[in-house]
Nanobody, 119 residues
Framework: VQLQASGGGLVQAGGSLRLSCAAS????????VGWFRQAPGKEREFVTI???????YYADSVKGRFTISRDNAKNTVYLQMNSLKPEDTAVYYC??????????????WGQGTQVTVST
């Protein structure tokens, strides 16, 4: 499966962005999809995940502010990010085919989209 992340940009603190992860492949609906992020000089960290059945899990740092969802008819997973903070600034990546908070377990990755939150 091929993934393409989009929707990043520059936003002021407190603002919102919606990221999209578009996938190719007829079996996308059977994949769990996760979002990770990587800030400069830091390791890639888990953000959230959605299972093939729609179960979700969030990192504590984004719980209550971010919402992951999926539209299998469009082969797309979304990440709605509200109440953004400067510490959310990072390159955001979507990944598929593992229901895990460990990046090492994922076989497929999108190219990343930059999110910058200004003060």
């Amino acid at each position: 499966v091929q993934l393409q992340a989009s929707g990043g940009g520059l936003v002021q603190a407190g603002g919102s962005l919606r990221l999209s992860c578009a996938a190719s492949g007829r079996t996308f609906s059977s994949y769990a999809v996760g979002w990770f992020r990587q800030a400069p000089g830091k390791e890639r960290e888990f953000v959230t995940i959605i299972s093939s059945r729609g179960s979700t899990y969030y990192a504590d740092s984004v719980k209550g502010r971010f919402t992951i969802s999926r539209d299998n008819a469009k082969n797309t997973v979304y990440l709605q990010m509200n109440s953004l903070k400067p510490e959310d600034t990072a390159v955001y990546y979507c990944a598929a085919d593992a229901y895990s908070g460990s990046a090492a377990r994922y076989d497929y990755w999108g190219q990343g989209t930059q999110v910058t939150v200004s003060t």
